[in-house]
DNA sequence: CGCGTCCTTGAGCTTGGTCAAGGTCTGTGG
DNA sequence: CCACAGACCTTGACCAAGCTCAAGGACGCG
């Protein structure tokens, strides 16, 4: 099966097969780990660094009050780079949303590729870019009223999800409880449950049994104020079918 | 005068003095902008990674109904990267928050120092991880109440600004108007307006004439549950004053 | 069968938004 | 030196989005 991780690079940089063989092998030691589970805890020593090849997770903090946020979520392909300068603790937690598969990365093994294969150097500067692209999406997604929060998290995934091939059909698999949605968006998950009956209404989505189907996605796009530059997938489909 | 962006970095690389010296080299080319002007804006064509040496600027993206969201503010020292990749155009705009002196960086430039120079790259890298890490304080940020969200943003700026020794005293300026407090943090400014007032009955903190102080840093830091951890800031003085 | 997890809904409340008006301060040109 | 404009700050009255608390329902799994 297809290595994630690589795929998802290709859009950050023009990988030649040797730069791919070299992220493959990068990405060789595997460990299975099982839903809602911590992989690491806010606290604990500063982990290598990690790829989720299969799976959702997830980053969060904790605040004072005990609400969990979610700051991002980790998808098939993404990296999860923990700072490796400063042996300190980590600031966030990262859990898994459903059984992951994921890829530990020896340090000097990675200082390695990024001295020698500059491709794979901007691939990992593009992909450390765009995870930055999104958290900037996620602040100004605090600003959007619950529908259009809600709406615009759908239409991130459904982007980021198409960029790795994992979409079927109009739909993909949708793993978030509505607590989950809520630690994401800042809504409680009483309001995401209502916010969920008022989009029903709207016909802009259609949730059901852990899957979510887009029947029109320009025209969700449009109602969330979608633009899918922001993740810098290189333009194709995506980018081509709204405006 | 020393190069703000040397001293930043220093907190994410174990410079020697070669490394500096190609720093300061890499920022020589400076640009002079005045206060409250774009240097760039959303849809431009994607320029060159940039460094602010002075001053203060902010990305902005422009909601559907004209809001300005600001994501993240960049104090001196702090760069800009623009995605490389993709000649694609730009996500966000990019404004002066004061005059600012900003570095024009030479891609090529750039691409020596990160295959050449193992503590540039690995500061760059730190560097670019901050942002992120700074980026999920403020997603976090964006549960808190108004209060707490204010007090939050002035520690976040009040460490990142010792980061690079522009603490005076027990205050720091502070140019940000109560239409940008608004914008950074998803209030209005009416609403900061208001919340200012709150603040200035607990004397958590000072603001006068474009300038803040504080009374107190343990007793603010409490109140609005700021743990300097995520910042990476090599743990100095914030790190070590609080638990 | 029973328990745990997740979903659903109602009633009442609070935080922060909206709209509107007026005040202060500073820089500029007459 | 004064008048004026523009940017910024302040406050009031009212409103609404989303939260809290509480209860009950559906569903799957051991």
């Not at 990365?105 to 995870?131: D, G």
């Not at 958290?135 to 980021?160: F, Y």
């Not at 949730?207 to 810098?232: N, W």
Request: glycine share 6%; proline share 4%; hydrophobic share 40%.
């Amino acid at each position: 099966m297809t290595n994630l991780f690589v795929r998802k690079l290709e859009h950050g940089a023009d990988l030649k097969q040797a730069d791919r063989a070299a992220l493959a092998h990068l990405t060789r030691n595997v460990l299975d780990i099982s839903a809602r589970e911590d992989i690491f805890a806010e606290g604990d020593p500063v982990p290598r660094m990690l790829v989720v090849l299969e799976g959702w997770a997830c980053r969060y903090r904790t605040l004072d009050n005990g609400q969990r946020q979610i700051t991002d979520l980790i998808l098939p392909g993404d990296a999860c780079h923990p700072h490796t300068a400063n042996l300190g603790h980590a600031d966030y937690s990262l859990c898994t949303v459903t059984a992951c598969s994921v890829a530990e990365i020896a340090p000097a093994e990675l200082e390695t590729l990024l001295a020698r294969r500059p491709r794979v150097r901007r691939a990992l500067i593009w992909s450390s870019l765009q995870t930055a692209s999104i958290l900037r999406g996620s602040v100004t997604n605090g600003r959007r009223q619950a529908e259009r929060r809600i709406a615009h998290l759908i239409c991130e995934i459904r982007a980021r999800l198409e960029a790795v091939g994992l979409i079927e059909g109009d739909g993909f698999p949708w793993p978030l409880t509505q607590d989950d949605v809520g630690d994401v968006t800042a809504l409680t998950s009483v309001h995401v449950n209502r916010t969920y009956r008022e989009l029903r209404m709207s016909k802009l989505f259609v949730l059901s049994g852990r899957f979510v189907r887009i029947p029109d996605l320009e025209r969700l796009s449009a109602y969330c104020g979608f633009r899918p530059d922001y993740l810098h997938l290189a333009g194709q489909l995506a980018a081509s079918m709204l405006r």
